[in-house]
């Protein structure tokens, strides 16, 4: 029987779909790839306790990270200075105060602004959690008039389950364009020649996304111990990244972040983004030694599933669309479940056990979430829903919608 109707017949007859299955089926042509092994130091020696982790491995996965994939930020320093721009304490019908503030960074006679635009709710007993999203996909999508409203931020239905919004464009800390660094807060911090693991503008919107988090620390009506980094797509692979480089973010979101972001690198099937385009296409966006590994993913000293246990014990949610071959939604998932044992280490259930859920379906561990919408690349209302209620979780609090 043809694997297309034989998941037909099993779904019928036990009510479990095997959509998923039938949505990414393993291309032939795929190479077998063995993954390094996360809990493993470079010595040799196996990692055993959360001590190690913190101590040791964790730093070696994230220096191998800053080498080999994202590159590394300068050291350069720099001034940081907050100005509020506008503030509406009633909008939203007087449920949530709308605050637009310049985050103006300034090295030597050169100087950067980061524009946020921040809601927060105005009923609230306690400092309330805030999703930072890195918006990739233009000023029209972050509206703070509310006149144009995206599905890319909604910010009604955040505000509605209490939830602060705070959103930045990511052109404003550097423009999405191979300038060979010139603008941007490369333009601004970077110093002498550029080394083979100089970062990239990844690595660039990561940094922007830890200066709006150093804002959000100043809002008396933010607790800043629950603020969640979201991206989609690039946005995705950065909130990932940002998360990895800055312990202070509680919470990570990927939202089909593809290669470079969740997917496994080394999952290389036809149809799916592999290191070859990404650095063609979007040469600025890592380090350049990442481009050495065209073709040859099998040699990366780690893969994405590392990426993930960056983040651990911390809380990471990865979301798919069913449709998005190119970002391999098995290869986003894959890496959730491959940083189980580094969950594991710190006492909390990852997604370990789970299957690839059917598409429509989500699976949590404690502090890990993953789930297939139906549909195309793309982050909708639907998404985000998904990343409220495990937020909702995460947090400890009773959603108010
Ligand atoms: C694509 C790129 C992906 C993804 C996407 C996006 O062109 O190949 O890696 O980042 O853009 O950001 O929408």
Not at 152 to 160: K, L, N, Q, R, S
Not at 340 to 360: N, Q, R, T, W
Not at 366 to 393: M, S, T, V
Request: glycine share 6%; proline share 5%; aromatic share 10%.
């Amino acid at each position: 029987m043809h694997l297309h109707s034989f998941c037909v017949v099993i779904a019928l007859a036990t009510g479990f779909a095997c959509y998923a299955e039938e949505a990414y089926p393993p291309d032939p042509a795929m190479p077998a790839y063995q993954l390094p092994e996360v809990l493993k130091l470079q010595s040799g020696k196996s990692v055993t306790t959360p001590e190690e982790w913190q101590k040791t491995r964790r730093g070696e996965v994230l220096e191998l990270f800053r080498t080999h994939v994202y590159g590394r930020m300068p050291v350069t320093r720099y001034e940081q200075s907050f100005h509020v721009t506008h503030e509406d304490k009633e909008t939203l019908g007087g449920k949530a105060t709308l605050r637009q503030v310049e985050i103006r960074i300034a090295r030597e006679s050169k100087s950067l602004t980061i524009r946020v635009n921040l809601f927060f709710p105005n009923k609230s007993d306690a400092p309330v959690p805030a999703f930072v999203l890195i918006c990739n996909r233009g000023a029209e999508n972050i509206d703070p008039t509310r006149e144009k409203k995206s599905e890319f931020w909604p910010v009604e239905e955040g505000i509605a389950r209490s939830y602060a919004m705070a959103a930045f464009l990511n052109a404003d800390v550097d423009p999405d364009k191979d300038d060979g660094f010139k603008d941007g807060a490369h333009g601004l911090l970077d110093e002498g020649e550029r080394q083979a693991d100089s970062w990239g503008t990844i690595a660039a919107w990561a940094w922007g996304a830890s200066r709006v988090l150093d804002y959000l620390q100043t809002v008396p009506q933010i607790d800043a111990k629950k603020v969640a980094v979201i991206g989609h797509s690039r946005g995705g692979k950065t909130a990932l990244w940002a998360a990895a480089e800055d312990q202070r973010f509680a919470l990570a979101v990927s939202n089909d972040s593809g290669c470079g972001g969740a997917a496994i690198s080394r999952r290389r099937f036809t149809g799916r983004e592999q290191v070859a385009r990404i650095t063609t296409a979007f040469p600025h966006w890592f380090c350049s030694n990442f481009k050495s590994y065209t073709d040859r993913e099998d040699e990366l000293p780690i893969d994405q599933h590392e990426l993930i246990a960056l983040i651990a014990p911390r809380a990471v949610a990865v979301g798919s669309s069913s449709e998005d071959r190119w970002a391999d939604p098995r290869g986003e998932y894959l890496s959730v479940i491959h940083a189980a044992s580094v969950y594991e280490l710190f006492g909390h259930k990852a997604l370990g056990k789970a299957d690839l859920p059917a598409i429509g379906n989500a699976i949590h561990g404690d502090q890990a979430h993953y789930h297939l919408r139906p549909g195309k690349h793309n982050l909708i209302l639907e998404d985000w829903k998904h990343y409220w209620d495990f937020a909702d979780r995460v947090f400890d609090r009773k959603s108010k919608e």
